[in-house]
């Protein structure tokens, strides 16, 4: 664990300071989130990940972006409150949730009142997770993997599988499924993302026998086909093509037969 007051980087890369890509009103998320006026989202730099096929692989690895004081992140949630935004998004939090807390606090004392969604990669400790009890309204995490091995080779961490399911179940513990106001737009639950890889490497028959065993139900899940080659994923021959529609389609239907899961996009 890195000592951040003493000068120390995370595996994030990212030190004591918020480093902040971009803040603005996102209408490219599932509509849940980002419904008619768009979700307000803070994109922040560094992730615990390393994905190879990263498609934001300039924010999460290079860590583009400034520095942005917690105050100013504060203002900047009510400024995106303020410009319609349906919720505040917090975009790869995991590594920097203190100083996001704390700028938070300081929104509510300033007004903030719309929900918050907590956007990861879904390899989140359980630790932080339940502290943040009460805090997020909506949760948005990505089941990347089913298996240990393939997360490794191709994000660099270990036992995603295991810090995965923990996390997912916590979260649904939390705040539930997902619950929708008359518009269609979230209030509160959970909302996973699973994006497709080539010749299965998502294992997302063991993603989805996982939820169908552990989440007692419904839970939401967004089935992803927007996969294509970024980053270094040309280091790899598997996934140095895009998905083949036939192999989305085969996971959208797996998906379909689980009677706990209702397909979100």
């Not at 490219?28 to 498609?55: A, K, V």
């Not at 979260?171 to 010749?199: C, N």
Request: glycine share 10%.
């Amino acid at each position: 664990m890195a000592r951040r007051k003493a000068g120390e980087v995370g595996e994030c890369g990212i030190g004591d300071e918020l480093i902040v890509s971009s803040v603005g009103l996102h209408h490219g998320e599932e509509f849940p989130i980002s419904g008619y006026y768009g979700s307000g989202t803070i994109f922040l730099s560094g992730c615990n990940l390393h994905c190879i096929f990263c498609q934001n692989w300039t924010i999460s690895q290079a860590r583009e972006g400034e520095v942005i004081s917690i105050s100013g992140v504060a203002q900047a949630m009510a400024n995106l409150q303020e410009s319609g935004a349906h919720n505040i998004n917090w975009v790869s939090p995991t590594h920097v949730v203190p100083m996001l807390a704390e700028a938070l606090r300081l929104a509510y004392q300033n007004g903030l009142n719309i929900p918050l969604v907590y956007n990861s990669g879904g390899y989140d400790s359980l630790e932080v997770l339940r502290l943040l009890d009460g805090i997020v309204d909506i949760y948005m995490p990505d089941m990347k993997y089913g298996d240990a091995e393939t997360a490794l080779k191709l994000s660099g961490i270990e036992d995603y599988p295991h810090h995965n399911q923990a996390a997912i179940c916590e979260m649904y513990r939390q705040v539930g499924p997902l619950v929708r106001d008359e518009y269609g737009v979230a209030k509160r639950g959970l909302l996973i993302r699973h994006l497709v890889l080539p010749e299965g490497l998502a294992g997302s028959e063991k993603v989805f026998a996982f939820l169908e065993e552990a989440i007692p139900g419904p839970v939401d899940v967004n089935v992803m086909e927007q996969y294509h080659p970024c980053y270094r994923a040309d280091t790899l021959p598997t996934l140095s093509r895009r998905l083949h529609a036939s192999e989305f389609r085969f996971v959208l239907d797996m998906a379909g037969t689980k009677s706990s899961i209702r397909i979100v996009n």
